[in-house]
């Protein structure tokens, strides 16, 4: 992937590495409607993001497991009637918490990053 050109690659890289950093926080809030299996999870974050992004499967149950190991989501099978069998995951108490604390986070770190890189440079004579 070239540095220059058109920016395309670069601009979506660098896109997809920021939010691969908020994994847990995508699938809280996806879970917070109701109850969702990976793959619908996958779908709606690529038709979200008009398929600009995709959350790998190995990502997206690693995430899955760590969630659930932290208390933020439960998971049961689905009884669907035809096809495979669903792993179902469902947002808990805790995880609505966790989610509500993210989005404060995420918020507060949005702010600071668009103050550093929209902001002139404070000189280290003017500090």
Do not use: C
């Amino acid at each position: 992937m070239p540095p220059f050109g058109d920016g395309r690659e670069v601009a979506l890289s660098i896109t997809a590495d920021l939010i691969r950093g908020h994994t847990d926080t995508i699938i809280l809030a996806a879970l917070m409607s109701e109850d969702s299996y990976g793959y619908r999870i996958s779908r709606m974050i690529s038709k979200q993001t008009d398929g600009r992004f995709e959350m790998k499967e190995a990502t997206l149950y690693t995430a899955f497991k760590r969630l659930e190991e932290s208390g933020y989501i439960s998971s049961y099978w689905g009884e669907e009637g035809t096809g495979a069998r669903r792993r179902y995951y469902a947002i808990t108490a805790k995880g609505r918490e966790a989610y509500t604390r993210l989005l404060h986070e995420w918020a507060e770190a949005g702010e600071l990053i668009e103050r550093l890189i929209k902001a002139p440079s404070v000189g280290v004579d003017n500090i």
